[in-house]
């Protein structure tokens, strides 16, 4: 069982930044792989970001260049920065956690999920 926290949301003005959090429980937290995902009102949720255990990362085309997700084993804790933030990024960010080798878009691969942390972006 791996239980996830997340933490780091709030409101933000567009072209601000934020840094998320995700703090898992257990001690085999790096042997998983990492991945955030969104949820806007109305809207599906969708794939983010992603690290596997070996460090390979994964980026939805629309965060490319803006968001970088990065794990401190150490700590047992995923982080993704959000820079210049947009309105459109406004959603419930939830991060997740499975042993993946592939398919680390898939939301339904994962397991393991937090309750999320609402992220706002004014214009």
């Known amino acids: 069982q791996v239980q996830l926290v997340e933490s780091g949301g709030g409101l933000v003005q567009a072209g601000g930044s934020l840094r998320l959090s995700c703090a898992a429980s257990?001690?085999?937290?790096?042997?998983?792989?990492m991945g955030w995902f969104r949820q806007a009102p109305g809207k599906e949720r969708e794939f983010v970001a992603a690290?596997?255990?070996?460090?390979?990362?994964y980026y939805a085309d629309f965060v490319k260049g803006r968001f970088t997700i990065s794990r401190d084993n150490a700590k047992n804790t995923v982080y993704l920065q959000m820079n210049s933030l947009k309105p459109e990024d406004t959603a419930v960010y939830h991060c997740?956690?499975?042993?993946?080798?592939?398919?680390?878009?898939?939301?339904?691969?994962?397991?393991?999920w937090g309750q999320g942390t609402q992220v706002t972006v004014s214009s």
């Open positions: 997740a956690a499975d042993r993946l080798l592939d398919s680390v878009r898939a939301s339904t691969k994962y397991d393991y």
């Open positions: 690290i596997t255990y070996s460090g390979d990362t």
């Open positions: 257990g001690r085999t937290f790096s042997t998983y792989t």
